[in-house]
């Protein structure tokens, strides 16, 4: 799946398989250390009371809530995003609704700290009206690697031991878009650090469960 620059709704997959893919993500490298850390002192992915979140460190972070029974935002900057310098100012609130973060929104603009805002109401991604002659709002750079299923199945592969009999990093990944993973203390047994550490099996537990994606996690 290809995103378009400037991003458009119709780039993004469904909220809730997009909510899926990267709670999975987020949950098996989570680890009792960050979550110990503030938000603002974390990086990669990872889910907290406000949501999931992705930052590098560097030049892109994100946010997408679950604000109630299929309403989602997401809201971020990549480097790229040519939104928030574009003159005249672009609003990337118009139109929105108000069930948004407003307040939370309206200090990113302030500080200059925001690249787009997209929201998901009654099955259907929505963005502010663009300039025509805005190039990028960062989206691509952004979310590439979570809209792109291909990528989302290769990253979570580097998360998982091969094991016979057990579902690969594929139909993994399509369990959590289903909805419910199947099998957790099989997949807990199968997990793998990247970068050689052990897993923090309890703190992966405790993401899965808050993300929804085993058992019931609270809405909003």
Not at 192 to 200: I, K, L, N, S, T
């Amino acid at each position: 799946m290809t995103i378009n620059r400037p991003g458009s709704p119709d780039d993004l997959p469904p909220a809730d398989v997009l909510w899926a893919r990267w709670a999975l993500l987020a949950s098996l490298g989570a680890t009792t250390a960050a979550e110990r850390r503030p938000s603002g002192h974390r990086t990669g992915r990872w889910i907290d009371d406000d949501g999931l979140h992705w930052d590098d460190a560097g030049c892109t972070w994100w946010v997408m809530s679950r604000m109630a029974e299929g309403r989602y935002v997401l809201y971020g900057e990549d480097e790229s995003s040519a939104a928030k310098w574009h003159q005249p100012p672009v609003d990337m609130l118009a139109g929105a609704p108000a069930w948004l973060p407003w307040e939370e929104l309206r200090d990113r603009l302030a500080g200059y700290e925001l690249g787009c805002v997209y929201w998901y109401e009654n099955g259907t991604w929505a963005r502010a009206p663009y300039p025509e002659d805005l190039d990028d709002d960062g989206l691509d750079c952004g979310m590439s690697a979570l809209v792109d299923r291909a990528q989302a199945v290769g990253l979570l592969a580097e998360r998982l031991v091969p094991v016979d009999g057990e579902p690969a990093a594929d139909a993994v990944l399509a369990q959590a878009e289903a909805g419910r993973l199947r099998g957790v203390d099989a997949l807990l047994a199968r997990l793998r650090d990247p970068d050689g550490d052990v897993p923090d099996l309890s703190a992966v537990t405790r993401a899965l469960v808050r993300s929804g994606l085993a058992g019931v996690a609270p809405v909003g």
